[in-house]
């Protein structure tokens, strides 16, 4: 048997092994839950900072008799 015959059929063992595999997806990578890419404080500082200067340009505007 060449070398060249011998890795093709390692090849064609181990895909085989692979068809056999599809579909078994283990429960650790399925997700459970909703979670959040970040944490409650970052998010809250976020909805803080946001809505704070949204006030705070609304007061500027209105003090400054319209357009600023």
């Known amino acids: 048997m060449t070398t060249s015959r011998r890795f093709a059929d390692r ?3 181990r895909f085989e ?3 056999t595999k599809r579909g078994a997806v ?3 990578t399925v997700k ?3 979670d959040y890419p970040v944490g409650p404080i970052l ?3 976020f909805i ?3 809505i ?3 006030l705070f340009q609304i007061i500027r505007t209105a003090t ?3 357009m600023a």
């Open 11 to 13: 090849k064609v063992d």
């Open 17 to 19: 092994k692979n068809i």
């Open 26 to 28: 283990p429960e650790t």
């Open 32 to 34: 459970k839950g909703q």
């Open 43 to 45: 998010l809250g500082f």
């Open 48 to 50: 803080f900072v946001v």
């Open 52 to 54: 704070g200067s949204s």
């Open 64 to 66: 400054a008799g319209g």
